[in-house]
């Protein structure tokens, strides 16, 4: 099923990408043939809007994925940073500045951006064949800065020596080679960043390569609009400019959908690993026990004495199965918060072993994740009240101190010495849940004087 539903969604995409395909190419099939579709517009604070939007997309776009790299740390999410802040550097720097400098006429200025741009361009082709992860992410992102400051500087030394063809009314460069060949070379690149981010969907099926190969399409279809225009200087506007315009809201669009999604996966596997816990906890060791008194019986060992024992285990795995549950079902928004602390109080002192009183401020509003940790911490002190300290009576208080919201559990056991190293004393657990949750964690015992630990919340 899963493999049918993958099959389906690269089919549903590979049919999207036919029709904007062949949508796109009747356009430009019109654009062909209609010579008023092909006249040029000068509008130089137009152009410089565009050339804008366009630094900005591409800025945002290397911006989100260089995040995402810091994250995740892929290869492929470098390459894309990469390619994507060349291509906005173009843009700024060899077509933006000049525009705002005034220095449009000058003849050799396209050349660089249309330099830059393919070379961005050609990283990002080349982004998904890319494997792997990358350890040492800071010092990566620091070689790529440098890398496309090296570029840029080459390619504008090299468009700027050399001599260039210049300028001249409109219609004067439509049969420059040079010109040709190079807008060319670059839907070539984009035709390739098409195939290969559409095969890096097919293969893994990653929201994002749909995206970029749509805004890739729309590139291609871009470049070839201005390969048959009669002009090439930074200060016409022209139908392919808008369409580069979409499909840079297309790329920023997926890309900030990739880094949604990244999100979620990382709080689902947050909650899975806490849910995990959870288990490793509590209930496994009850198991353990369990399975523990199931192979000495096995073993032949004494039925009066273990079956006992293996009741008591089983008993016990079954209780926690229930705080377990109601811990779970609180976070999760099924169940009240301090309903689920009363049931467990009242399964903890059903025996009469042990009294607590438990006070609830109506007033305290505790967060999912914030529920889910102080139900635990509150369940460990109480555990420890009963099983270590032999309390005989425990006190449980959630409220507010002035602006801070505290949680408290004492009780008037055998208390301890506090231990140098907490987690020898089985405190580990208690402070990682209270740090998980930005709060405060402190602990006062002495032998003979009780125990009572308390955690401050975050504001």
């Not at 493999?3 to 099939?29: M, N």
């Not at 030394?157 to 670059?186: I, V, W």
């Not at 209780?319 to 301090?338: M, V």
Request: hydrophobic residues 50%; glycine residues 8%; aromatic residues 8%.
């Amino acid at each position: 099923m899963r493999q049918t539903a993958r099959k389906d969604s690269f089919e549903a995409f590979l049919s999207g990408e036919v029709a904007l395909v062949a949508l796109l190419g009747a356009a430009l099939a019109l654009f062909l043939t209609s010579a008023s579709l092909r006249t040029p517009y000068d509008l130089p604070q137009a152009r410089v809007v565009l050339t804008t939007l366009y630094a900005v997309g591409g800025g945002l776009t290397a911006l989100l994925t260089g995040s995402r790299f810091m994250v995740e740390g892929r290869r492929y999410d470098l390459l894309l940073c990469c390619g994507f802040t060349a291509v906005s550097l173009s843009w700024v720097a060899f077509a933006l500045g000049p525009a705002v400098i005034e220095r449009t006429e000058r003849a050799a200025e396209p050349w660089p951006c249309l330099g830059g741009v393919l070379a961005g361009w050609t990283v990002l082709a080349l982004a998904p064949l890319a494997r792997g992860r990358i350890e040492r992410r800071g010092l990566a992102l620091a070689d790529m800065a440098a890398a496309i400051a090296v570029t840029m500087v080459a390619i504008w030394f090299a468009a700027h020596m050399s001599r260039m063809p210049s300028f001249g009314p409109a219609g004067s460069l439509h049969h420059q080679p040079l010109r040709s060949g190079g807008l060319a070379a670059l839907a070539l690149v984009n035709l390739v960043a098409v195939l290969t981010f559409a095969d890096r969907y097919r293969r893994r099926r990653e929201d994002l390569d749909r995206w970029l190969s749509l805004g890739s399409t729309l590139t291609l279809f871009a470049t070839l609009d201005l390969l048959f225009e009669p002009v090439f200087a930074m200060r016409y506007v022209t139908q392919g400019d808008f369409l580069l315009l979409i499909a840079y809201v297309v790329i920023l669009v997926g890309v900030w959908r990739a880094i949604h999604s990244s999100e979620l996966g990382r709080v689902v596997a947050e909650e899975r690993a806490r849910v995990a816990r959870e288990i490793h906890d509590g209930l496994s060791q009850y198991l353990f026990a369990v399975s523990t008194h199931a192979a000495m019986l096995e073993a032949g060992s004494n039925m009066n004495e273990t079956i006992p024992k293996l009741k008591a285990a089983v008993q016990a795995a079954q209780t926690e199965a229930r705080f377990a549950t109601l811990a779970l079902s609180s976070a999760a928004g099924r169940a009240p918060f301090d309903a689920a602390l009363r049931r467990y109080v009242d399964f903890l002192t059903a025996d009469g072993k042990l009294e607590v009183e438990l006070q609830i401020d109506a007033g305290v509003r505790l967060a999912p994740d914030e529920q889910i940790e102080v139900f635990r911490i509150v369940q460990e002190g109480l555990a420890n009240a009963r099983k270590h300290a032999h309390a005989r009576r425990a006190w449980v208080t959630i409220g507010h101190r002035g602006e801070e919201r505290f949680v408290t559990v004492r009780d008037d056991g055998s208390g301890f010495e506090p231990p140098e190293d907490p987690a020898a004393q089985g405190l580990r657990n208690m402070r990682q849940r209270a740090t998980a949750i930005g709060g405060a964690f402190t602990l006062r015992t002495a032998p003979g004087s009780g125990t009572a630990l308390e955690v401050v919340l975050r504001p």
